[in-house]
């Protein structure tokens, strides 16, 4: 695969394409919709193991339901050069499915490196404060990520590096990091 740097408009014309596409499956579903893609600085938002990354993620979400009987009714993946995008819509209680996330965000052994948004209207994704839970926390010095992330505290290349060194290590690859 073609690392392909991404630029600025097009990350934001992807987050809008996000936003359409979630008020369409809740025409269609009208279920709470899951919406997961890698945290991922920088340019190049495509790489293989970021796929790998979205289907570990498939699999503890579907692990995750499964031990709360559930299921997803509708799933979709979408690969784009401004990163893979996986939605789910399923038929559960959006603070139940939110609840599920963060426990894979915080337990997966890449968790962390997890984005999972739920929506429980088209609008508006729940967030971690509004159900009284931690804020994320630094891939790198375990701080609050927000703080880490506007204050720029650690290099685009230090948080690339870091996320592809535990996605080799997860994925059995051993020791060894793509090049940026």
């Known amino acids: 695969m073609i690392e392909a740097s991404v630029t600025l408009q097009e990350v934001l014309i992807a987050r809008e394409r996000k936003s359409v596409r979630i008020k369409q499956l809740f025409v269609r579903y009208k279920v709470p919709i899951v919406a997961v893609k890698m945290n991922i600085p920088g340019p190049v938002k495509d790489h293989s193991l970021y796929r790998q990354g979205i289907e570990a993620c498939l699999s503890a979400i579907t692990d995750g339901l499964q031990m709360h009987q559930s299921s997803f009714i509708h799933k979709e993946v979408l690969h784009y050069p401004t990163g893979t995008e996986l939605y789910l819509c399923i038929n559960r209680d959006a603070k139940e499915l939110k609840r599920i996330a ?5 337990k997966h052994p890449i968790g962390r490196l997890f984005d999972i948004d739920v929506f429980e209207h088209e609008e508006r994704s729940l967030s ?5 839970l931690a804020s994320r926390k630094c891939i790198i010095c375990n701080d609050d990520a927000h703080q880490c992330g506007r204050t720029r505290k650690h290099s685009i290349e230090i948080l690339v590096n870091t ?8 994925f059995g690859g051993g020791s060894i990091v793509p090049k940026l």
């Open 102 to 106: 963060v426990e894979i965000e915080e």
């Open 128 to 132: 971690r404060n509004e159900m009284n």
């Open 163 to 170: 996320i592809k060194s535990r996605l080799v290590d997860y």
